[in-house]
């Protein structure tokens, strides 16, 4: 039965029902109340819980986000039902932390993950499109990296509490949350009273789509960038089949939610049309992405699963957000200032940090070359 | 001789990419070594698609597969 099941999630069929579900769910979350066109962001929501901790101190984008939490631990309910719970480390972590707080800046100069951005494009935001295009660019470059050689050496197994690491600081933050931690009047926990952070839906809702989606995409593997990876790398839709049932299923549900468009590029919620910068910041996610072997949302899925190399990208996306945030690195939305409209988007040391991203990953990508012999 | 390869401990996409050089190389039998589920299905698939036959072997700890054409 369960060798069977697993046979099914493998199936095109399987990975097009996480996809469906991903996309059923959330506009669900948005409608719940989530903010708008980011009924799930990973990075949005990592960023959130950075904020929460006070990592960052961007006061309207501080939540601990129980869909981050349920990602992972849906994963580890998936994993450790069909025995596929496995502590696994070091294959490069300190190189996994670097790329994942770059992920964490390209995805912040864009205002958004690659979930986002099939979400936002999914309700009519054109800047989507741009976004979408570098990230498919940066992935693209990363496959030409990983045709010639490029891999960060393999992991071993360890320790099963290196396994749980991940999922036992999760298990922390909903505890945070759920008692409403607070330890001073201006101390942690910062939760946002304006501002997308102050936007979400009721946390027991979050989880359990949180959940579902965990388990799902435990089971099917769902990635966003090794949808498009496979497509480049060796012709291979099976993933992004999963991607275009979550595109139709949601744009379907924003129809009926009354959450579709205008379709535009201008002012987009939470979104800018500064459009260099949203092709060049999700240029730097996907090779991010593409050189860590995985999406924001794969990285928390294989972390649920035991691997501590996937749990220090996530580390790293969550200190990256911190340091956006500090640095003034994230994008701002456009804007209507006294009747004009004002194109929002990423200030020089937002430019100056998506390039020296795309440096770092291009010197990380040309340099870890040993050959793996088979 | 039987080609061996051992993808233990890549992460995705290595597995794919060592299974299917093997494949072009086009000395069978190939054995490929992996530790999680996820390789194996990802091997299995990619190499069913390059026309190949796959057998699993359950090791315990990891899987052997062995492809034939």
Redesign the interface.
Known sequence: MSEKL?RFF?SRWGIILAGAVIGLLAPVLQYAGNPKNMGICVACFERDIAGALGLHRAAVVQYVRPEIVAFVLGSTIAALL?R?F?A?AG?APIVRFVLGMFAMIGALAFLGCPWRALLRFSAGDLNAVVGLLGLTTGIVVGVQF??AGY??G????TYPAVGWIMPVLMIGLLLLLVFNVKVSDTGALFFSESGPGSQHAFWLISLGAGLIIGFLAQRT?F?TM?SI??VI??R?T?LISGLAALVVVAVVMNLILGQFGPIAFFGQPVAHSQHLWNFLGMALSGLAFALA??CPGRQLFLAGEGDG?SAVFVLGMITGAGLAHNFTLAGSPDAVVEGVQKVGGINPYGMAAVILGLVVCVVLGLTMRQK??? | MT????????????P???A???IQVGKFPIEVLV????SR??VR??AE?LGCAVQVEDLG?EFMLTLTK
Not at chain 1, 154 to 157: A, F, L
């Open positions: 697993t493998a069909f596929e496995k696994r294959s990983l045709k891999n960060l393999r992991s071993h197994k593997r990635c090794g990876r496979d790398l060796m291979d099976h072997g995985g190399d793996v012999e088979g | 080609h061996t390869v051992d993808a233990r401990g890549l992460s995705c996409p290595q794919v990419i060592l299917r050089n093997a530790e999680t589920v996820t299905e990802n698939r990619a698609k700890d």
